[in-house]
């Protein structure tokens, strides 16, 4: 099993920026692609961005595109989400999560493992 740990989470006004960094325990973590989600309470969970295992391909959600960077690094089983220009509208607990496959990176029903979150609040 893959555990993963999320932090960088807190609070921070309108047009702030904030770095989530999860950290995976596993030693195979180059094998697997990662993605970031995002669940504000009583709403679904949303797709935020995902990287390949490589690192070579990345994806956007439409609503952070611009705005966000993800980013790898295998070498310390860790993955990362800059959060540039923030929104009251980003907040949510975010959760990374891992996927082997990865057939479908923007689909949470396809990932293996998921941390347990980070909490976003961004005021206005």
């Known amino acids: 099993q893959v555990q993963l740990v999320e932090s960088g989470g807190g609070l921070v006004q309108a047009g702030g920026s904030l770095k989530l960094s999860c950290a995976a325990s596993?030693?195979?973590?180059?094998?697997?692609?990662m993605g970031w989600f995002r669940q504000a309470p009583g709403k679904e969970r949303n797709f935020v961005a995902a990287?390949?295992?490589?690192?070579?391909?990345?994806y956007y959600a439409d609503s952070v595109k611009g705005r966000f960077t993800i980013s790898r690094d295998n070498s310390k089983n860790t993955v990362s989400l800059q959060m540039n220009s923030l929104k009251p509208e980003d907040t949510a607990v975010y959760y990374c999560a891992a996927d082997v496959l990865f057939e479908r990176p923007d689909a949470a029903y396809i990932y293996d493992y998921w941390g347990q979150g980070t909490q976003v609040t961004v005021s206005s």
């Open positions: 596993t030693r195979t973590f180059n094998i697997y692609g």
């Open positions: 990287i390949s295992w490589s690192g070579i391909k990345t």
